[in-house]
Protein backbone atom coordinates (compact mmCIF):
# COMPACT_ATOMS: atom_id res chain seq x y z
CA UNK A 1 0.00 0.00 0.00
CA UNK A 2 1.43 3.14 -1.22
CA UNK A 3 1.60 5.92 1.77
CA UNK A 4 3.02 8.26 4.27
CA UNK A 5 2.20 8.05 7.78
CA UNK A 6 3.61 11.68 9.65
CA UNK A 7 3.90 11.43 13.50
CA UNK A 8 5.78 13.60 16.06
CA UNK A 9 3.47 16.13 16.97
CA UNK A 10 2.10 16.70 20.21
CA UNK A 11 2.08 19.67 23.37
CA UNK A 12 5.21 21.87 23.30
CA UNK A 13 5.82 25.17 25.07
CA UNK A 14 6.66 28.03 23.31
CA UNK A 15 10.28 28.43 22.25
CA UNK A 16 10.70 24.59 22.66
CA UNK A 17 11.06 22.00 19.37
CA UNK A 18 9.27 19.01 18.23
CA UNK A 19 10.63 16.65 14.88
CA UNK A 20 7.91 15.83 13.35
CA UNK A 21 8.22 12.76 11.23
CA UNK A 22 7.11 11.18 7.93
CA UNK A 23 7.46 7.73 6.77
CA UNK A 24 6.66 6.01 3.47
CA UNK A 25 6.07 2.71 2.45
CA UNK A 26 5.16 1.01 -0.41
CA UNK A 27 7.34 3.34 -2.86
CA UNK A 28 11.21 4.62 -2.61
CA UNK A 29 10.65 8.32 -0.96
CA UNK A 30 13.64 9.30 -2.39
CA UNK A 31 12.20 9.22 -5.36
CA UNK A 32 9.98 11.84 -5.00
CA UNK A 33 9.83 15.52 -3.57
CA UNK A 34 8.55 15.90 0.14
CA UNK A 35 6.60 18.84 1.30
CA UNK A 36 4.94 19.70 4.46
CA UNK A 37 2.05 21.97 4.98
CA UNK A 38 -0.13 22.96 7.91
CA UNK A 39 -3.60 24.23 8.71
CA UNK A 40 -4.36 25.84 11.59
CA UNK A 41 -7.51 25.91 13.09
CA UNK A 42 -9.98 27.57 10.75
CA UNK A 43 -8.11 28.70 8.20
CA UNK A 44 -6.57 27.18 5.29
CA UNK A 45 -3.98 24.80 4.72
CA UNK A 46 -0.54 26.23 3.63
CA UNK A 47 2.72 25.38 2.36
CA UNK A 48 5.12 25.29 5.02
CA UNK A 49 8.66 23.70 3.49
CA UNK A 50 9.52 21.51 0.54
CA UNK A 51 12.24 20.01 -1.02
CA UNK A 52 10.56 20.70 -4.23
CA UNK A 53 12.80 23.21 -6.09
CA UNK A 54 14.92 24.15 -9.54
CA UNK A 55 17.77 24.63 -7.54
CA UNK A 56 17.77 21.10 -5.25
CA UNK A 57 17.54 23.76 -2.25
CA UNK A 58 14.55 23.87 0.51
CA UNK A 59 11.90 26.25 0.26
CA UNK A 60 10.41 27.50 3.59
CA UNK A 61 7.16 29.93 4.18
CA UNK A 62 8.81 33.26 5.38
CA UNK A 63 6.62 32.79 8.64
CA UNK A 64 9.08 29.56 9.79
CA UNK A 65 12.11 30.53 7.76
CA UNK A 66 15.54 30.03 9.98
CA UNK A 67 13.28 28.17 12.51
CA UNK A 68 11.73 24.96 10.29
CA UNK A 69 14.21 22.61 8.52
CA UNK A 70 14.08 20.08 6.12
CA UNK A 71 16.05 16.47 6.39
CA UNK A 72 15.53 12.88 4.85
CA UNK A 73 16.85 9.60 6.20
CA UNK A 74 16.93 7.55 2.68
CA UNK A 75 17.89 4.55 4.16
CA UNK A 76 14.72 4.92 6.39
CA UNK A 77 12.65 5.72 3.62
CA UNK A 78 11.65 8.61 6.08
CA UNK A 79 11.91 12.54 5.97
CA UNK A 80 11.67 15.26 9.17
CA UNK A 81 10.37 18.86 9.81
CA UNK A 82 12.70 19.71 12.62
CA UNK A 83 10.57 23.06 14.28
CA UNK A 84 12.74 24.98 16.45
CA UNK A 85 11.46 28.20 18.40
CA UNK A 86 7.80 27.12 18.32
CA UNK A 87 5.62 29.42 18.67
CA UNK A 88 1.33 29.71 19.59
CA UNK A 89 0.82 30.63 15.63
CA UNK A 90 2.89 27.46 14.80
CA UNK A 91 0.00 25.54 16.02
CA UNK A 92 -1.74 23.48 13.46
CA UNK A 93 -2.31 20.31 12.00
CA UNK A 94 0.99 19.43 10.17
CA UNK A 95 0.70 17.30 6.56
CA UNK A 96 2.99 15.39 4.76
CA UNK A 97 3.13 14.94 1.11
CA UNK A 98 4.86 12.93 -0.97
CA UNK A 99 4.83 13.94 -5.19
CA UNK A 100 6.33 15.08 -8.16
CA UNK A 101 5.64 17.42 -11.14
CA UNK A 102 3.50 14.65 -12.78
CA UNK A 103 0.83 13.07 -11.45
CA UNK A 104 2.06 11.23 -8.15
CA UNK A 105 0.73 12.32 -4.81
CA UNK A 106 0.25 11.25 -1.37
CA UNK A 107 -0.60 12.68 1.62
CA UNK A 108 -0.22 11.54 4.86
CA UNK A 109 -3.25 12.01 7.76
CA UNK A 110 -1.60 14.74 9.61
CA UNK A 111 -0.55 15.17 13.10
CA UNK A 112 -1.36 18.21 15.49
CA UNK A 113 1.03 20.37 16.74
CA UNK A 114 -0.04 22.41 19.86
CA UNK A 115 2.14 25.14 20.99
CA UNK A 116 1.09 26.58 24.66
CA UNK A 117 1.97 27.07 28.21
Known amino acids: QVQVVESGGGLVQPGGSLRLSCTAS????????MSWYRQPPGKERELVAT????????KYADSVKGRFTLSRDHPKNAGYLQMDSLKPEDKAVYYC??????????WGQGTLVTVSS
Open 51 to 58: NDSNDGRP
Open 26 to 33: GFIFSDYA
Open 97 to 106: RAHNRRYFEV
